[in-house]
């Protein structure tokens, strides 16, 4: 599942990251037109498909569930910081974080992640 939610990520992430640096106009009725926030996001969003790459390929549990841990936390806060639950984004974050969700309670439930307290 961990996998899945990865793959998850760079799937949705490469066109969004694209989109957003080409500043594609169908981006600005989501996301708005490119401001200085908006370029930060992007770099949020490199850094997620980076990460998310670099899991596939030398796997670790801990760090894996770091990630999405911090993405369920944005995610589930975007409608609150966006103000409203309609946009598309907020909308495809709640789906996203919902997935993950379910690989960090599987993770959690299988014994997969132990933390040495």
């Known amino acids: ?3 899945c939610s990865l793959i998850l ?3 949705v992430l490469i066109p969004v990251c694209l989109t957003l640096l080409f500043n594609v106009k169908k981006i600005q009725d989501a996301a708005g037109i490119f401001t200085p926030a908006r370029g930060i996001l992007l770099a949020i ?3 997620i498909l980076v990460s998310s790459v670099f899991l596939l390929f030398f796997m670790d549990v801990k760090l894996a569930f ?3 841990s911090i993405q369920i ?3 589930v806060l975007s ?3 966006v103000k409203s639950i309609k946009n ?3 909308i495809s974050n709640l789906v996203i ?3 993950h969700l379910a690989t960090i309670i599987i993770m959690l439930k299988s014994g997969s992640v132990k933390f040495d307290f």
């Open 1 to 3: 599942m961990i996998t």
């Open 9 to 11: 990520n760079i799937l």
């Open 45 to 47: 969003y490199i850094s």
């Open 66 to 68: 770091a990630l999405l």
């Open 73 to 75: 936390l944005y995610k």
């Open 79 to 81: 409608p609150l910081t």
């Open 88 to 90: 598309p984004i907020v």
């Open 97 to 99: 974080a919902t997935f």
